[in-house]
């Protein structure tokens, strides 16, 4: 049973999260414990980069609640409660297409470093996000050299991290883009302009754009993060979950919070898996998860 090689990929994955958390303390977030039932949670769509194939649904004393996909709506109503700046590492369950199971990146369960700053830009969640990875990069270096070499893997700490849209990488790549351009590049890169969920900003100067991002991270291992600045305003929100065609009365009790007033934000989440896989070099994701949750694969435990 013993696998010497997942246990190295767990002790990176503690010095990750630690240095994730350090960095972040330091910026002033707040960790708050994450929630896993709710009356609704992130729809995840639109997005052509998705195969989810249904709401991972419960019944509780004649509620109906689903599982986290992820805790966007938390993230808004805490930031507009007062908190500010925050983030979770948060349980998500997303039922994935068994045409994932493949890829490399996906997991129906994972966990992800959600995080959220009020009144914040793009530029500022870019700062964050390039910070961190540079010193987690740097502390998995320092102290898990006997882990990166049971593993073949030597990481270089990236200077700078580029900045494409989706149309540049389109026009280069073709729809197989985030593949195609991961395994040309050699630092992380951030790609802008998703046309995605209702709570990702659409540029007010430029209708049809969206003031969100993806980083990818290099050498073929694909998607790190995504996240956005937010809609903020109660019927911009109203207006976007209609055009999406969302079910109103889920997403009520969000509304009547939006109603009340949310400062505008920006945030992101990190995937924790993909960053261990990313940091130790596996070539499927599956290879640094403990209690495997592969699309097409039963559960075991
Ligand atoms: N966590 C992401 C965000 O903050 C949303 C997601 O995971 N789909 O935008």
Avoid at 60 to 87: A, D, P, R, W
Wanted: charged share 30%; net charge negative; proline share 5%.
């Amino acid at each position: 049973m013993k696998n010497d090689k997942l246990i190295a990929a767990l002790r990176v994955q503690n010095i990750a999260l630690e240095t994730i958390r350090e960095t972040f303390r330091k910026r002033g977030l707040i960790e708050i414990m994450p929630v896993i039932l709710s009356t609704a949670s992130d729809p995840l769509g639109p997005d052509p980069g998705s195969h989810i194939i249904g709401m991972p649904r419960i019944e509780y004393q004649g509620q109906k609640l689903v599982l986290t996909q992820s805790m966007i709506l938390h993230k808004q109503i805490m930031v507009s409660s007062g908190v500010e700046n925050l983030f979770t590492v948060s349980p998500n369950v997303r039922l994935e297409s068994p045409a994932s199971r493949d890829s490399g990146i996906h997991l129906f369960e994972f966990s992800q470093v959600d995080f959220e700053l009020a009144r914040a830009s793009m530029e500022d969640v870019f700062d964050l996000v390039q910070d961190t990875i540079v010193a987690t990069i740097s502390r998995v270096n320092e102290d898990c050299s006997k882990e990166l070499a049971l593993w073949d893997r030597e990481i270089k700490i990236p200077r700078k991290f580029p900045v494409y849209s989706t149309d540049q990488l389109l026009d280069k790549y073709g729809t197989d883009w985030e593949k195609l351009a991961s395994q040309e590049a050699t630092d992380p890169f951030w790609v802008l302009n998703h046309k995605r969920e209702f709570y990702d900003a659409e540029d007010p100067e430029k209708p049809g754009s969206y003031r969100n991002y993806d980083l990818v991270y290099p050498e073929g291992f694909g998607e790190a993060l995504s996240g956005g600045e937010r809609e903020w305003d109660f019927e911009r929100i109203l207006m976007r979950i209609k055009r999406d065609g969302l079910n109103i009365d889920e997403y009520k009790p969000y509304l009547d919070f939006a109603r009340k007033g949310f400062v505008p934000s920006a945030g992101a989440g990190l995937g924790v898996e993909r960053l261990t896989r990313f940091l130790v070099g596996a070539s499927h994701i599956r290879e640094v998860q403990a209690f495997g949750r592969i699309p097409g694969e039963m559960v075991v435990i």
